[in-house]
């Protein structure tokens, strides 16, 4: 977490104003110093053409027998409406750079079909495309985020999806769209120029990427009424010298942000490990992985702050999440894995941290929204489940469009064999309406923790709490029991004089909301 010196002078004074007999966990949160927006992108989604997220996941065709809205099923819309998902990337991933995305417009049963190279090899017959995304997008009121194909497309291909998705008024690609059955131009911001061109995307150098992004941006236009918001396909993990190439090469004006992709895998990339099957010392490790994104932000925010102090050029952490061994007999190229306890940390700290970057970091997009690595919601056939990922975005939804408030923690340390680690983890903001919500998780897996909260500049006083735990480390939720994790109401704190004492539950996500 990011120790300000405020945070530091702020503890002094906690200190000086008697509390001299200082316990190891304390919280100083300043409610009327907060100067940031965490911007509501931060808590995005991603889905891909890649094993059952969109097919089976997202989309089941008018014709199926599960139960469905045009063909978007219905349990999984409702599940995404409720959580109030900001934007959703979409076709992919490395699919995007293999996307035509002429092929998924007009009649579906004229569309072509396609092998699908990078997830197991399977027919993708195109019956999603453009406007069934859009169409999905529309019923939940979310913003579309497009990456555009750069490593197997051309310029001529991307600006004329553009063209077809943004332009009102008279052109060929304006009227194929209206011909397609879509009068009115989607008119949509954020737009992603290739995925992951050090790799799938095209296997580029930084310096080679910089010239074709220079290219295919130029003529991804802005129409009336819809200027784009343009994304340079950013670093893989530690590679900062991408980032210094393309803050280089790429002149500011052309590119609002950078992307970066961070996926938390406890083993290596050959035995990743299991998503339900580890002990302490793998479940620490994995979490202290997962923590290390606070210190890649601010690595990749040091190159970025030479070129562009004022933070103009934003960081999109647009894959991110654990991966895992997929489950046993499934398709290894559908990446579908179990979604436990520790996922649920996985996603609070790395919450807390793109909250605590929110200066620079605009938008973030787990991997992915169902059936897919970190997922949502998994399903089988007509049924479906909330994973305990899901219920942390639930938790922490006041946090979106909140202010970011400056605050300083010290933390009891958690260990398991070689591996040790801070077992609280917080972040906190101010609604508009003046509540200080904070999320605090404690990943020590047998110690409640008493915390004393000093909430400074806001008379607030009112405390409501909602938490997540669970009786296992890797408990889980099944299809046919959906509430082994499930959150519920929590009270176990009180005032004493001006001190919040909370008593924070051994493995638990709690998120208090003071007003
Ligand atoms: O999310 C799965 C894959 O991980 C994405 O397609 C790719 O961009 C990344 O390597």
Redesign the pocket.
Known sequence: MKKTLLGGLMMAVAMLSGFTTMAQNKLVINADQGKTQISRHIYGHFS?H?GRCIYGGIWVGPDSEIENINGYRTDVFEALKALDIPNLRWP????ADEYHWTDGIGPRSERPKMINTHWGGVTEDNSFGTHEFFGFVEMLDTEPYITGNVGSGSVEEMSKWVEYINFDGVSPMADLRKKNGREEPWQIKYWGVG??SWG?GGNMTPEYYANEYRRYATFARDYPGAKLYKIAGGANSTDYNWTEVLMQKIPLHMMDAMSL?YYTIPGNWRDKGSSTDFDKEEYLTTLQKAAFMDQLLTNHETRMDKYDPNKRVKLIVD?WGTWYDVEPNTNPGF?YQQNTLRDAFVAAITLNIFNQHADRVHMANL??TVNV?QALILTEDEKMLLTPTYHVFDLYKPHMDATLLPSYLTSDKVKAGDTEMDALNVSSSLSDDGTVNISIANVDPENAIDLEVFLHGTDAKEVTGRYLTAPALNSHNSFDDNDVVSIEAFDDFKWNKDVLDVKVPAKSVIVLRVK
């Open positions: 891909e890649l992919g991933g490395c699919f995925n992951e799938c992709h894959e990446l991997a992915q690595l």
